[in-house]
């Protein structure tokens, strides 16, 4: 939650500095300037205590957790620098999104084994409103609508991806 709340905190403020600042007055600039605030804080965690948190999300089976965490968090920080110069915004755009779609097994792992990052437990994968009927690996949303879990990665570690629909699974 804290990269949401940094992420538009530092938009506003940015936006905010705007007005003496002529630069950020472009809302395109300010929201390029809080992804790299929120990227600088969650680079951060990679190497401070909450470290041993991060190692435990890596999913088993992809190599050294700590390696793993180290080149995320300087992946993070080059995503932070190069989203502020303009030659290279648009190729580290596409890598962050490209990144956080290979992040997103580690997320769902702690997820789903309830693990904590500094003492404070993760969000859950699938919001309270759903439910999730494990004997017949069908999750139901309040709307009605039926999810089911891909199949094969559960050799990786995790029972990923509950939330696409049957519609894009077949």
Known sequence: MAPLICLVTSFLLFLLMGLFVPYFADWHYALRAALGAMFLLTASAHWGPRRPDLIRMVPLGVGNAGVWITMT?????????????????KWSAWAGIVMLCCLFPANLRAAREHLTIGRKPVLPTLPRWTS???NSKVGTLGSGCCFRPL?????LGWTALEALPDCLVK
């Open 151 to 155: 199949r094969g990665f559960h050799r």
């Open 73 to 89: 968090g300087l992946a993070e920080v080059a995503l932070a620098i190069g989203l502020q110069i303009p030659q290279l915004a």
């Open 132 to 134: 999730w009927n494990r």
